[in-house]
Nanobody
């Protein structure tokens, strides 16, 4: 069992920055992939970014590439999502998730709300 707890969401203005954190506990493994997803009102949940816990290799959705950065701190068992140049369309509930390849994302946090005003 893996437990994920997100924090760091809030209300910001367009152009601001925000850093989300995801604290990971439980039965973890260096082979896990950690991902950030988001879901805006009335829309389906979408992929934002992911990171290989062991190698640190990352991937991003085109909509956030160049603005968001995913990272991890192995000593703190925490994954971060640094968001810059935020836009109103980034408004969503952001979720942290984990998967053990070749499986799907099967552990999810409770989500943290990010609201970007114009």
């Amino acid at each position: 069992q893996v437990k994920l707890v997100e924090s760091g969401g809030g209300l910001v203005q367009a152009g601001d920055s925000l850093r989300l954190s995801c604290a990971v506990s439980g039965r973890t493994s260096s082979r896990y992939y950690m991902g950030w997803f988001r879901q805006a009102p009335g829309k389906e949940r979408e992929f934002v970014a992911n990171i290989n816990w062991s190698s640190g290799s990352t991937g991003y959705a085109d909509s956030v590439k160049g603005r968001f950065t995913i990272s991890r701190d192995n000593t703190k068992n925490t994954v971060y999502l640094q968001m810059t140049s935020l836009k109103p369309e980034d408004t969503a509930v952001y979720y942290c998730a984990s998967r053990l390849p070749p499986g799907q994302y099967n552990y999810w946090g409770q989500g943290t709300q990010v609201t970007v005003s114009s």
